[in-house]
């Protein structure tokens, strides 16, 4: 038998790099139950609370009768059981090998699959667990047994059997025990902006089949409760079920009577019609309730494959309708081809290109019909649409270009007096070319425009050319920069095979994102400024007052993260006014070749680092009333109630990063230091001075304080962490140009400019102990509100720390 | 852990920087010996714009208006009236658009100054016109500094994305699926030595640099050692902390200690490929922005560069391109010159600041673009406020781009004295050092031309053949190539040509390899390999073999 282990789990709290992986012994009988599904409104529970629930759910359980389970190959039961003594599973014979995973919530069980007990390397633990059992292993019958030591009880969950070579559209799938937390953060922050999920929903959908959970996770419903839920206790829960819609959310903000934490008077900026209507998509990106997939391929169907620009003649009103077409096409499943013939026949695109002027004519002075109006269109709906360049063909430039023409004539999109132009073309046949055209070697007909272009749809998505380079220009620009010629075959395989009717865009995702190719060591994706700016707003934010605010202060408290400076300040071409026109916004390699997106993104995070730091709390920002980040809601707390700088340092990192692949003594230090290295100052009367509880430190001022007061006390001095920070002794007079006359002595200097490698970091027993020591350090949400701000302000600056890193302007393995 | 694999000693050699010692405690040794004022520009340096979006150079220059129905100069009126907002059927609307809007040169007659050169004598007796408001571009014609090289082509086909490829990468035979070839830029510098300087906020393909060293580099692949980024060169640099302050009471000068060191250590240590690009980003930016930063802390940005961006007074104390509405709040307040001031006005600033830190910089490229030429539609656009005031900055379709880049007034007898400087005639004026001038070349070329007819929405299309610029006190200026070919004057007319466009007959690797010869003796045929003479496959077109043997002086 062959075993593989996943990396588990959220019952455990891992340690930086070592975290610790368990594998669970499957049991082979089953007690039935099927549990905990819990409302997907509602908000996650506590670990202590969730225990509790379980406990009672569990008792019921406990009652129910034994029985055994049946598996059928690709099953996936999605529900949990009580077992307790010895049970048993079975599955026939499938012919080929199979992987069959499970999730147990105790170590304490014995699994022997076909009679064959799993011990020591393969024996099952905590968490998730996979066997792979070869063909030729399986008999006639097949049974996997679980055993409970005496009197002791387990749950047993996400029970599956599936090949051990899933193929999805022909491309190789990962397997369930390939398709791990990281895989799936990595599908979030590429397909959604790293969505909202929690991370016990991150962890449910690692372990489930990765062809069950992508559904769960990348849908075009308005509302994707899974991918998005509401915060706990969230105040602004309209978004759930509401405003799904670009053109609704944004009249949903600028109404005066919205319930939303922004003040009346700064609302009608997000109007439809309004200067800072893009702002009103960086919002529908970042609230919850809503759907980030959803808007991750809006932006990129409206910014980069089939762009329009609010600097040409588009108007607002125009472009917010294309939004919402487009992905109302995509929502009620319509073929690729027809969704791309909604773009075409809209207002946005005949604005855009100017096509709404063209007119089939008669010219007198030529004596005959003549196209009144450009050609520009007429070309980009082959190139830019479905990546049809003509090539090879010796008809495309004076044929099918000139015939496309024709077919783009009477399409009106009139200006009214008040009214300003419509949201949507009127296909006219007065000045229409309305005989048939010889368009990409096919007669095209029909009575308008309109007509014509649903005509000339499905012929465009099977043109060689466009079979050939649709595919790519989809994943290279939403997912891979490094598209090479075996994985473009891949793709290319994967796309035909949907048919020649029905190429699916969200199946065509699904599969990818599942798939080999796109996690595998050669994938490499560069966030360009506008993916950075909202992803980090994803994993920064944590409720929708956050997401309204933006940044920005609002009745004297500031919230949430800034997205449209970021992407102002990087020159990277606002939203929907993408950088290249209709050829697109700034390419990911545009970005990484971008000094300048480095350079501001550092700066923000440094000379203007209070932006991310102060925006934590508020006394009234909240329509009147106090408002704090919910950090405590998220973070991991142990069973002592306590938030531990060791705990919370390495799931910061993940949740911005995705693993811990990256997180090594280096970045550990640096992040235990900003977490936990605050200065602790205790007043003659034994009382906290809480004014200077913000004093956190950075690794090289904290050793050159030590060093310092090490030089000067000797080498019995204390530098034990306590010490360092509360006496004043320490802190205050080592370091500093005051004992020094007045400036930094050179060797101050120096210490403060030191670079301290990880091998240092390792080495040095005075760091480590250091670390320890922070590592011990917990956060207090509790004791007062002076407090409480200030351990809020430092896990934003660990978090601004992890931002101006290099891992957050790329996606690799 | 292991030493990653960015090679420090490379960097170094190239970029002219010892700032990578930073983590020993030491500063670059050569900080305290940065001059604060404009240094002379002792290299030679090509800086290039891109037209981005395929410009109609056929709107810059053109043919003068002929009365003869089979000449060139009647045909193109006929088939432009709408491009350029004239009548269909009045001839005179034809004539006085012409004669109005653009000054007159024959080649060898009226306008044509002696050392301007007419290459096989082409074209002899021909008029045409350059755009009147193009001022600065018609004084250095007339000084000699301008070559004209008609009928060239950067793109081989009509796909914006493509065709830039091509342009940018300096290879005509490039496919949209080789996106990580260098650029002719990057490939000059490796050759010349010095550095790509990218004035835009990104790069582009053009500035990037080949793998391996030369003259045996590898033009298929990247390594942008050379490549550094001065999107603003006023602001360019990452926030550090101030020995000055006492270091535990500001959380931003901790934060800053904590990324500067992060990053000094994390160099020291192995991680994915992927990420070295934004490691090189945080080495450049601190140390060059600290250089750039010395030099010019001390340099005031020249007044008429400011105008372009502002509004500013100019050297008599009054203001440059007041506002001319007397019922404006703003009347007589001094206003920007430019319409594309941010991006445009930027990069001939920060052209100015690489010339003036150059000592520091090491240019040998300078990249540059300017967009909006897809005038598929509106090509010529006349505002109402153009009756009143010649300067404003609505938009005038293309020929605000024109005005932009062209516009202004250089030398001693200037075409318009009374013209404000527009973007290169700002910069030649703030350059203060012929040497600078002399060692500056530009050159100018879009991704295609467009068609020779224009569309019914007072556009053009897109096409193929196209004029290209080169500009410089050093360039032996006059006409490369038939001006307007006898060829055209049928395809005018022609209805069984759908999409009629103008020849190409020189392809631009003969024309660029003369500028890098230029910059570097021999590094031509190695920064565009087809011009080698080794070189085994089809060979570029040229129109006249040798046309540019005596482009550069």
Same mark, same amino acid.
């Given at each position: ?109 014995? /699994? ?185 391929? %809006? ?391 809480? %004014? ?122 | ?142 000084? %000699? ?7 060239? /082509? ?200 690489? /010339? ?198």
């Amino acid at each position: 038998m062959l075993l593989t282990q996943k990396t588990l789990s959220a019952f455990f709290l891992c340690v930086f790099r070592y975290c610790s992986q368990k594998k669970t012994v499957f049991k082979v009988s089953l007690a039935l139950t099927s549990l905990l599904a819990l409302p997907s409104f509602a908000a996650p529970l506590e670990k202590e609370k969730l225990a509790a629930v379980m406990s009672v759910i569990n008792m019921y359980l406990m009652g129910e009768s034994e029985a055994n389970v049946e598996l059928r190959l690709n099953e996936f039961i999605d529900r949990s059981f009580q077992v307790r003594e010895s049970f048993s599973v079975t599955f026939a014979p499938q012919g080929q090998d199979v992987e069959i995973c499970f999730v147990l919530s105790s170590s304490q069980i014995q /699994v022997s699959i076909n009679g064959q007990p799993q011990s020591a390397n393969n024996a099952a633990t905590q968490g998730e667990n996979c066997y792979t059992v070869p063909a030729s292993q399986q008999g006639n019958e097949n049974t996997i047994e679980f055993i409970t030591p005496d009197g002791q009880t387990a749950t047993l969950s996400s029970i599956s059997v599936e090949t051990a070579t899933p193929i999805s559209l022909t491309l190789n799938s990962l397997t369930r025990s390939e398709w791990d937390e990281k895989a799936v953060r990595k599908v979030l922050k590429i397909f959604a902006f790293g969505g909202h999920a929690t991370r016990s929903q991150i962890i449910t959908w690692a372990n489930m089949p990765p062809r069950f959970a992508i559904r769960e996770m990348l849908n075009f419903e308005e509302h994707n409760l899974k991918l998005s839920p509401l915060a706990v206790g969230e105040r602004y829960g309209q978004t759930a079920t509401s405003y799904g819609k670009l053109a609704d959310f944004a009249a949903f903000l600028a109404d005066p009577n919205s319930d939303i934490p922004i003040p009346e008077g700064s609302r009608e900026q997000y109007a439809v019609d309004n200067y800072n209507f893009d702002d009103s998509f960086v919002r529908l990106v970042t609230t919850r309730g809503l759907n980030p997939f959803r808007q991750r391929i %809006g932006f990129w169907e409206t910014n980069y494959h089939l762009a329009v620009n609010l600097e040409t003649e588009v108007t607002r009103e125009q472009m917010a309708a294309y939004y919402d077409e487009i992905m109302e096409a995509h929502e009620a499943g319509l073929p690729y081809h027809q969704v791309m013939g909604v773009a075409a026949k809209s207002a946005a695109i005949a604005m855009q290109y100017g096509h709404r002027r063209n007119e089939w004519v008669f010219d007198r002075g030529e004596d005959k019909f003549v196209l009144n109006g450009n050609y520009d269109y007429a070309r980009e709906i082959h190139q830019l649409f479905y990546g049809i360049f003509g090539v090879n063909d010796p008809n495309h430039e004076n044929g099918t270009i000139i015939e496309t023409g024709k077919m783009l004539t009477d399409m009106r999109v009139p200006y009214i007096d008040g009214q300003g132009f419509p949201t949507s073309v009127t296909f006219e046949t007065d000045q229409h070319h309305v005989g048939s055209l010889q368009i990409l070697g096919h007669t095209i007909s029909g009575a308008d425009a309109s007509q014509k272009i649903d005509n000339l749809m499905p012929i465009s998505i099977n043109h060689p050319e466009s079979l050939v380079n649709l595919p790519s220009m989809i994943i290279g620009t939403l997912a891979d920069d490094n598209l090479t010629p075996e994985k473009v075959v891949k793709i290319n395989a994967a796309w035909v095979s949907m048919g020649s009717t029905n190429k699916n865009l969200l199946n065509f995702l699904r599969a990818y994102a599942t798939s080999s190719v796109f996690h595998s060591s050669d994938q490499r994706k560069y966030l360009t400024s506008h993916e950075r700016a909202l992803f980090l707003a994803n994993k920064f934010n944590l409720d929708n007052l956050e997401s309204f605010f933006g940044g920005n202060s609002y009745l004297g408290g500031r919230a949430g993260r800034q997205v449209d400076n970021m992407i102002d300040d990087d020159a990277a071409g606002d939203i929907f006014e993408p950088l290249h026109n209709v050829f697109g916004g700034q390419t990911s390699q545009e970005a990484a070749d971008s000094a300048l997106s480095f350079e501001k993104n550092y700066n923000f995070h440094t000379q203007n680092e209070y932006a991310t730091r102060d925006a934590a709390q508020c006394d009234s920002c909240d329509q009147g009333d106090a408002w704090w980040k919910k950090w405590p809601s998220v973070l991991p707390r142990r069973s002592d109630g306590n938030y531990y700088v060791e705990d919370v340092a390495p799931w910061l990192w993940r949740h911005v990063n995705g693993s811990l692949d990256d997180y090594s003594e280096l970045e550990r230090a640096h992040l235990y230091t900003l977490l936990g290295g605050y200065r602790v100052d205790v007043a003659s009367d034994g009382e906290l001075r809480n %004014g200077h509880q913000d004093r956190t430190f950075d690794l090289p001022l904290l050793m050159c304080i030590v060093t310092d007061y090490q030089r000067r006390e000797g080498s019995g001095a204390d530098i034990s962490l306590l010490n360092i920070t509360s006496e004043f002794d320490a802190w205050g007079r080592s370091c500093t140009p005051d004992d020094d006359g007045g400036v930094y002595t050179t060797e101050e200097r120096a210490l403060l400019n030191k670079a301290y490698t990880g091998q240092e970091i390792a080495n040095s027993p005075v760091i480590q102990s250091l670390l320890t020591q922070m590592g011990q350090r917990t956060f207090d949400f509790q004791s007062n509100d002076r407090v409480r701000e200030f351990s809020l302000e430092r896990i934003n600056v660990g978090l601004g720390f992890i931002f101006t890193t290099p891992f957050v302007f790329a996606e690799a393995q | 852990m292991s030493i990653n694999k960015f090679d420090r000693r490379q960097f170094l050699q190239g970029a002219l920087c010892s700032g990578l010692l930073y983590g020993t405690g030491s500063l670059p040794s050569f900080m305290s010996t940065a001059q604060a004022d404009p240094a002379p520009l002792n290299s030679k340096v090509v800086g290039n714009l891109f037209f981005d979006g395929g410009v109609d150079f056929r709107h810059l220059i053109v043919p003068a208006y002929d009365s003869s129905p089979d000449s060139f100069g009647n045909k193109y009126w006929k088939h432009r009236w709408r491009a350029h907002r004239v009548s269909q059927s009045d001839q005179a609307t034809w004539q006085a658009r012409f004669d109005n809007d653009y000054y007159p040169i024959t080649v060898g007659g009226d306008g044509w100054n002696s050392g301007l050169t007419d290459v096989g004598g082409l074209n002899s007796g021909t008029t045409f016109g350059i755009w009147r408001e193009a001022g600065w571009l018609i004084d250095m014609f007339q000084a %000699g500094n301008v070559g004209l090289v008609f009928n060239a /082509v950067g793109g081989t086909n009509r796909a914006h994305d493509l065709s830039s490829l091509m342009l940018n990468q300096g290879n005509l035979l490039s496919t949209l699926n080789q996106q990580d070839r260098s650029g002719w830029g990057g490939r000059l510098c490796r050759s010349a030595g010095g550095n790509s300087l990218s004035l835009l906020s990104s790069p582009t393909p053009f500035s990037f640099g080949p793998l391996g060293n030369a003259p045996n580099y590898d033009p298929n692949a990247i390594d942008n050692r050379e490549l550094i980024s001065v999107q603003n060169s006023r602001e360019i640099g990452l926030f550090d902390f101030n020995f000055d302050d006492n270091q535990i009471y500001s959380t931003n000068q901790r934060r800053a200690r904590t990324a500067k060191s992060y990053y000094a250590a994390l160099r020291q240590e192995e991680i994915g490929e992927v990420y070295q690009k934004i490691m090189d980003h945080e080495s450049k930016v601190r140390e060059f922005g600290e250089l750039i930063k010395a030099r010019l802390e001390s340099v005031p940005v020249p007044i008429y560069i400011q105008a372009l961006m502002s509004g500013v007074n100019g050297p008599n104390g009054q203001p440059i391109n007041p506002e001319p509405d007397s019922n404006s709040n703003n009347f007589g307040d001094p206003r920007r010159v430019l319409r594309n001031s941010y991006s445009f006005g930027r990069q001939i600033q920060n052209f100015y600041d690489v /010339v003036a830190a150059n000592p520091e910089l090491n240019p040998r490229v300078l990249s540059m673009q300017y967009g909006g030429w897809d005038s598929h539609n509106s090509q010529r656009q006349i505002p109402g406020s153009l009756a009143n005031d010649p300067n404003t900055t609505d938009n005038r379709g293309i020929e605000s781009g024109f005005r932009d880049i062209f516009g202004g007034q250089f030398g001693n007898n200037p075409s318009d004295s009374n013209a404000l400087h527009g973007g290169f005639s700002a910069l030649w004026e703030s350059l203060p050092n012929q040497s600078d001038r002399n060692n500056i070349v530009l050159t100018m070329a879009g991704e295609f031309g467009r068609q020779i007819r224009d569309n019914g929405d007072a556009g053009t299309d897109h096409g193929k053949g196209n004029l290209m610029l080169v500009i410089g006190d050093q360039c032996q200026g006059g006409v490369y190539g038939e001006m307007f070919p006898d060829s055209e004057v049928d395809k005018y007319d022609d209805t069984s040509l759908n999409t009629p466009d103008i020849d190409a007959r020189t392809e631009i690797d003969p024309l660029f390899a003369s500028v890098c010869d230029w910059v570097d003796s021999g590094s031509g045929r190695y920064v565009f390999p087809r011009t080698h003479p080794s070189y085994s496959g089809e060979a570029p077109i040229i129109e006249r073999v040798g046309m540019f043997d005596s482009l550069m002086i």
